[in-house]
């Protein structure tokens, strides 16, 4: 399917003439951005998963329950 907004014969002429009719600025940073989002989220989700395992696997060990 095409990306492209073609109006018209101009689809059939041998110039490529495309009509953006809509650009939407930032789009890529919004999806970094939101990349970037998730790994910390996910990196801190795994932190914290593994500081409960940890205290869970030595708390008794060292008088802590």
């Known amino acids: 399917m095409s990306q492209h907004n073609i109006v018209g ?3 059939f ?3 490529p003439f495309v009509y953006v009719r809509k650009v939407r600025p930032g789009g ?3 999806r970094r951005a939101r990349t970037a989002v998730a ?3 996910g990196a801190a ?3 914290a998963f593994g ?3 940890t205290i869970l ?3 008794p060990a ?3 329950s």
């Open 28 to 30: 890529l940073r919004r």
């Open 62 to 64: 060292l008088g802590v």
């Open 39 to 41: 790994f910390v989220a």
């Open 57 to 59: 696997a030595f708390g």
């Open 45 to 47: 989700v795994a932190v």
């Open 13 to 15: 002429e041998k110039a």
């Open 9 to 11: 014969s101009e689809a």
């Open 51 to 53: 500081a409960l395992a």
